[in-house]
């Protein structure tokens, strides 16, 4: 997901709420055609007017940004459990040098054993 | 309608830093000897503590001057002219308080923002850049792990303005390596806090006068009263993007006062040095450098303006503040260059003010998204 991608859910759940954009521009304070940039990716959107957006558009804030990257940025790694990820990267500040040498050298064997086959 | 009228107030400001600037912080500067890393002399932060401008965006109501970014550019600007390093100093304490202002908790905001202002104002610092790289924020490897009442921390964070002094950090960490971009959380870390170490201090060829360092953070435990928005998970990312992009406006600022110190220098040599029987500014190849120099720093001045007018009106400043850090920039770097063929070897006497001139104008393309991402930026809004 990207700019572009944010822009559309903004202007899915503006047209859900049944609000032109001139009226949903009102309510958040911006020109229509500041919003028409950002429905159309063409504006950078912080995080304040997300807020705004979430609670004039009955929305979580997730909704307009969860999974958010820029353009290019998917990664083939959706099976991967997160959490055993983070914990493999926290634990790693634990160890000493030559241990963390030791883990390389492991992962390299198991990515050696992976182009094998 | 764009209205860059300096006002009153602002030309008070102005007068009061430049007298400053050339009474105490540029003869200072030229004195100390920063060849070697020693202990952080406060002298210039106290200076700019009397007017209470070590973090200039503070609002009145924690003690702060409360300043617009149009009139936080002019100071930067002016302060520049004497010490870049300075600038960055107050540049990192405003990048540090950004966040802060823009999404803290009451209880953020009034235990920490009172703290840098005043004469006793303390530094801070903005940790984004790792060994692994800063403009990438996929590259990022500090992070943040949930635990019951908040999170644990593990990274490291390099080149940290202002770190060996400051009394509190403010970072971004991921806290789903799968989804770096949008996991990102903001926290800010207290310096005395358990598991933080300040590591080696960046012996830097710039930026003379301000310190950075390596911050370590080991397994360090943040409770939810430091975490940015601590209910709303998916918001770091949006918060960053816009610290920065109202952040970078003041490397623009550096960048002119850089080039206009620059400027100056070669201006008043030209009038000096006499060269077959005239002065070197009456023939014409350097006036027309000099011609050349005042041109472009009053566009990138004019941009910079541009885009902090932009910020303080809530309006559209994301290329415009790109566009101005990219111009200026280049201009510092095109107008040390140029003031340096005027002085010839004058120039380039170690440690001299051109040479740390030149020295921190190379470093703007570097800092605070690199010119490179900053096109990036652009060009996605093209």
New interface residues.
């Given amino acids: 997901m990207n700019?572009r991608e944010l822009g559309e859910r903004i202007q899915t759940a503006r047209e859900e709420k049944k609000l032109s954009q001139e009226q949903l521009a009102n309510a958040i304070g911006c020109s229509q055609s500041?919003l028409s940039?950002y429905e159309k990716g063409?504006?950078?959107?912080?995080?304040?007017l997300?807020?705004k957006l979430s609670e004039i558009l009955d929305k979580p804030?997730?909704y307009?940004?969860?999974?958010?990257?820029?353009?290019n940025?998917d990664?083939p790694?959706?099976n991967?459990d997160?959490n055993l990820?983070?914990?493999i990267?926290?634990n790693i500040?634990?160890l000493d040098q030559e241990q963390i040498k030791e883990v390389d050298l492991y992962i390299q064997y198991l990515l050696w054993k992976k182009d094998r086959g | 309608m764009m209205d860059l009228t300096i006002n009153n107030y602002q030309k008070q400001l102005i007068e009061t830093i430049r007298k400053l600037s050339e009474q105490e912080i540029k003869p200072f500067c030229l004195k100390k000897d920063f060849s070697k890393t020693q202990a952080f002399d406060w002298h210039l932060v106290k200076l700019l503590g009397e007017l209470n401008l070590v973090c200039p965006t503070i609002p009145v109501e924690y003690g702060g001057l409360g300043l617009d970014m149009f009139t936080i550019g002019l100071i930067i600007e002016e302060i520049s002219v004497a010490s870049p390093s300075l600038a960055a100093i107050v540049e990192t304490n405003v990048h540090f308080a950004q966040p802060i202002i823009?999404?803290g908790s009451n209880y953020q905001k009034e235990t920490i923002l009172p703290k840098l202002t005043g004469t006793d104002a303390c530094l801070s610092s903005f940790a984004l850049t790792e060994v692994t790289g800063g403009s990438d924020v996929?590259s990022m490897?500090t992070?943040a792990?949930k635990i019951s009442n908040g999170f644990?921390l593990?990274?490291r964070k390099e080149y940290i303005l202002n770190a060996p002094e400051a009394e509190y950090i403010l970072l971004f960490a991921f806290?789903?390596?799968?989804?770096k971009?949008?996991s990102l959380r903001g926290f800010i870390i207290p310096r005395t806090i358990s598991g933080l170490r300040i590591g080696h201090i960046n012996e830097m060829a710039v930026l003379d006068y301000a310190q950075m360092a390596e911050i370590i953070f080991?397994?360090i435990e943040i409770g939810p009263d430091m975490i940015l928005?601590e209910t709303?998970?998916?918001?770091g990312?949006?918060?960053l993007?816009?610290t920065m992009?109202i952040g970078r406006v003041l490397t623009a600022a550096t960048a002119v006062g850089i080039a206009r110190a620059a400027y100056e220098i070669a201006f008043d040599f030209s009038n000096q040095r006499i060269q077959f029987d005239r002065k070197i500014r009456n023939h014409q190849a350097v006036s027309h450098s000099l011609v050349d120099m005042a041109t472009k720093i009053e566009m990138a001045r004019l941009m910079t303006w541009k885009a902090c007018w932009l910020i303080d009106q809530g309006d559209?400043y994301?290329i415009a503040s790109a566009m101005a850090k990219l111009s200026a920039s280049a201009i510092a770097q095109e107008v040390t260059a140029a003031a340096s063929n005027i002085l010839g070897a004058k120039a380039l006497i170690k440690g001299s003010f051109m040479d740390r001139l030149t020295n921190d104008a190379r470093m703007l393309s570097t800092i605070e998204g690199t010119n490179n991402i900053l096109r990036n930026?652009i060009a996605?809004?093209l």
């Fill in positions: 700019l500041a940039n063409k504006r950078r959107i912080y995080l304040s997300l807020e804030l997730n307009f940004v969860e999974n958010f990257e820029e353009a940025d990664l790694l959706a991967l997160s990820v983070l914990r990267i926290n500040y634990s | 823009l999404a996929k490897m992070c792990r644990i593990n990274g806290t789903d390596p799968l989804h971009k949008s080991d397994h928005k709303e998970p998916y918001s990312y949006f918060l993007t816009q992009d559209d994301t930026i996605s809004l």
